[in-house]
């Protein structure tokens, strides 16, 4: 039986094709950073731009864009 043609995983994508990506996300930068200000989820973006939720965390950080965090989490560091 002939080998089914699959999608690459996203972890095995050529640096040539996740170029075309990063492009895209730069070129939508204004409107990604609008949204996760409004609320939508990083996991939300990165499903929308087919990354991983940390490689778009990496943009947002990248951008400067202050990153929302749980508030236990910001309560450990801050008796």
């Not at 400067?64 to 508030?71: F, H, I, N, Q």
Request: aromatic letters at 8%.
């Amino acid at each position: 039986m002939p080998k089914k043609e699959m999608e690459v995983p996203r972890y095995r994508r050529k640096a040539a094709e996740m170029r075309q990506v990063f492009e895209r996300i730069d070129r939508d930068r204004t409107e990604i950073i609008v949204q996760y200000k409004a609320g939508d989820a990083l996991g939300y973006l990165a499903q929308q731009y087919d990354v991983d939720r940390h490689r778009m965390k990496r943009f947002l950080i990248d951008w400067d864009v202050p990153l929302r965090t749980r508030a236990s989490a910001t309560r450990k560091h801050h008796p």
